[in-house]
């Protein structure tokens, strides 16, 4: 499973961007997608997350209401639309993807086997 992440960039605080992550490899599309973020000295934390058929997604109390998780028809591809960014969102975010035979979000980074590489979030003031 590969999984290519895209659409980081710089934006002002207050501003949008949106992440997508394109998955490959897999024969079947029942994996839990995630993303998760790393800031520069602090360990990778959860940010959201969807189940695989896309029926429930999960969110970190610090984007809840301002980030949202989505899957796209094929179940292959998850996006990342994030508003209202604050400079604490500045970290390098990564997607992630874990086997999953039940229909539900997984929250914990161990769960995840399949990492993308990263893409930088930038929030300035």
């Known amino acids: 499973v590969q999984l290519q992440a895209s659409g980081g960039g710089l934006v002002q605080a207050g501003g949008s961007l949106r992440l997508s992550c394109a998955a490959s490899?897999?024969?079947?599309?029942?994996?839990?997608m995630g993303w998760f973020r790393q800031a520069p000295g602090k360990e990778r934390e959860f940010v959201a997350a969807?189940?695989?058929?896309?029926?429930?997604?999960g969110y970190a109390d610090s984007v809840k209401g301002r980030f949202t998780i989505s899957r796209g028809n094929a179940k292959k591809t998850v996006y990342l639309q994030m508003n209202s960014l604050k400079r604490e969102d500045t970290a390098e975010y990564y997607c992630?993807?874990?086997?999953?035979?039940?229909?539900?979000?997984?929250?914990?980074?161990?769960?995840?086997?399949?990492w993308g590489q990263g893409t930088q979030v930038t929030v300035s003031s």
């Open positions: 992630a993807a874990g086997r999953s035979y039940s229909d539900i979000v997984r929250t914990k980074i161990g769960y995840y086997h399949y």
């Open positions: 490899g897999w024969t079947s599309s029942r994996y839990v």
């Open positions: 969807i189940s695989w058929s896309g029926s429930s997604t």
